[in-house]
């Protein structure tokens, strides 16, 4: 079956770095994307990884490493509003996306 | 990038009703519309492929007498939910891809309560 994992929850700093992690297991692999969702709003766009390595955009930054099946957003210098969840989501070979059930953000002063 | 538009942002209904979300792609033409169904802290669950021009595709378990989805045109996908239920109550989210691309945009989300 397809599967992608990540934390639940994590707690963080303002100020601070965080690291999310996410694996996944998939037929097939089209890209891995990064989504941004607060509370009762829609996912919005943060990142997209189809090579390894490390994709940086700001204060975001991806990774991703195919072999092992596995990827990770870095979040520098938090801000109370990146309080959010995260969602990874990766298309397999029928360009299907396949979620995550996102990792909450905590951001504490 | 893209927008897509999705109306109403909410809806209140009466157990038994039927509720229409519209979800439009305001500056491309989407082929494919993909609904999804979020209850509270858990991830999204794909419902349906909206595919223009002929029936949709909806994943297992999906009720298609129950849900059902129209996509008359390039622009415009929506849902029906039929003969509302309490437990239908969640938030329903649509989005699309360009032609072009690989990223999907998203609706803003329609929070649907049954009472």
């Known amino acids: 079956g397809q599967n992608i994992d990540q934390p639940t929850e994590m707690t963080a700093t303002e100020g601070a770095i965080v690291q999310i992690n996410c694996t996944y297991q998939?037929?097939?692999?089209?890209?891995l994307f990064w989504y941004q969702q607060h509370a009762g709003e829609a996912p919005t766009f943060l990142s997209y990884n189809v090579l390894d390595g490390l994709e940086e955009k700001g204060r975001f930054s991806s990774f991703l490493s195919r072999s092992k099946g596995y990827s990770y957003l870095l979040l520098k210098e938090l801000q109370m509003k990146d309080s959010a969840s995260y969602l990874c989501?990766?298309?397999?070979?029928?360009?299907?996306?396949?979620w995550g059930a996102g990792t909450k953000l905590i951001i504490k002063p | 990038g893209a927008v897509v538009s999705q109306h109403p942002s909410w809806v209140i209904c009466k157990s038994g009703t039927s509720v229409k979300i519209e979800c439009r792609s305001l500056?491309?033409?989407?082929?494919?519309m993909f609904w999804y169904r979020q209850f509270p802290k858990q991830s999204l669950m794909l419902m349906a492929t909206s595919n223009e021009g002929s029936k949709a595709t909806y994943e297992q378990g999906v009720e298609k007498d129950k849900f059902l989805i129209n996509h008359a045109s390039l622009t415009l996908s929506t849902l029906t939910v039929t003969s509302a239920h309490p437990e239908d109550s969640s938030f329903y989210i649509c989005s699309a891809r360009t032609p072009a691309g690989l990223e999907a945009f998203f609706g803003q989300g329609t929070r649907l309560t049954v009472v």
């Open positions: 989501a990766v298309m397999d070979s029928n360009y299907q996306l396949i």
């Open positions: 500056d491309f033409q989407a082929t494919t």
């Open positions: 998939t037929s097939g692999f089209n890209g």
